[in-house]
């Protein structure tokens, strides 16, 4: 069995803006890093538009409904925040991006592959079930994990978020349900403020593990060791997601956590392992941050190759 990797070309169309960091071309030199000989053997899948009832598993549909109505034409950009706003391509790319999302899911749950990635974008992890923010819309990674329970009858499933911020979308649309678990590394302070280890979620199913600016590697690999991977263990996950966001690089401009390229593939097979124990190995991952386009494209290119476990 293999890795799929699963993309859209719709997801280069959503454009915030010239100054914008989270930008076409974060995804282009993925997707170009990835078509080395190496990852020659990657299932390669169109990511299908998700459907108005895998968003509403975590959407409320009224907020689901408002955001696909907005429809910003040529040149114009819509802004929901100060750095959120949709350009004319951005319905379909968030559309492919949560289908996206959903496939790498099918893709494992089905047994097609084993691992999968969904290099997608705009991201995910800062929308809430009901607020756009953080260049987010609808939460990818939340909307595949609440589809593997509905379509696949799963019953824990867990999201394990390295991105250099804070997932307070997943955290907010998983907390109250014990069935999905939560553990998340970033840097604390910083956008956009939640995290706390003081945040447990109804069973403990919410596992937050700060560090602060400047942590580095060591501190990184002792926060997943030591805080986060034991409560997933006692957890059993059935599937792992991955929000994989590779700001917490050293090169990222976003933050100051100082991590190695390295460290992302160390992270990588740390939850293939605890995955081969709990769950058959199968995890999906799926990009969330990552600005500095160098340090991206090498590190979400180590990260596959785990997954793909040369
Ligand atoms: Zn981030």
């Not at 408002?66 to 750095?83: F, K, S, T």
Request: aromatic content about 6%.
């Amino acid at each position: 069995m293999t890795t799929a990797l699963i993309t859209h070309p719709a997801c280069l169309g959503h454009d915030a803006g010239g100054w914008h960091p989270e930008c076409p071309d974060r995804l282009r030199v993925v997707l170009r890093a990835l078509e080395a000989e190496t990852f020659a053997p990657l299932l390669r899948e169109a990511a299908p538009l998700a459907t108005h009832e895998q968003l509403s598993r975590v959407h409320p549909v009224s907020y689901v409904d408002a955001i696909l109505a907005i429809r910003p034409a040529a040149d114009e950009l819509v802004q929901i925040d100060g750095d959120t706003a949709l350009s004319e391509g951005t319905p379909a790319a968030i559309l492919h991006a949560a289908g996206g999302a959903v496939l790498a899911v099918d893709a494992v749950l089905d047994g097609w592959a084993r691992t999968a990635f969904a290099a997608i974008r705009p991201p995910g992890h800062h929308a809430e079930p009901d607020r756009a923010m953080g260049f987010c819309f609808f939460n990818n990674a939340a909307v595949a994990a609440v589809h593997a329970q509905v379509r696949w009858g799963l019953d824990r499933v867990a999201v394990l978020d390295f991105d250099v911020h804070h997932g307070n979308g997943t955290q907010a649309a998983f907390a109250p349900h014990p069935s999905l678990f939560y553990g998340s590394t970033h840097q604390h302070p910083c956008y956009p403020g939640t995290g706390s280890v003081r945040d447990r979620g109804v069973a403990g199913n919410i596992v937050n593990a700060p560090l602060a600016p400047g942590s580095g590697s060591a501190s990184f690999r002792a926060a997943w060791a030591e805080r986060i991977l034991p409560p997933l263990r006692a957890f059993d996950p059935e599937l792992i997601i991955i929000s994989a966001g590779f700001d917490a690089h050293k090169a990222d401009p976003l933050a100051e956590l100082l991590l190695e390229t390295e460290d992302f593939a160390w992270i990588t097979r740390e939850i293939l392992e605890l995955a081969d124990a709990a769950c058959r190995g199968r995890v999906v991952s799926v990009l969330e941050g990552g600005y500095d386009l160098t340090a991206l494209a090498a590190s979400a290119a180590v990260h596959v190759r785990e997954l793909m476990r040369l």
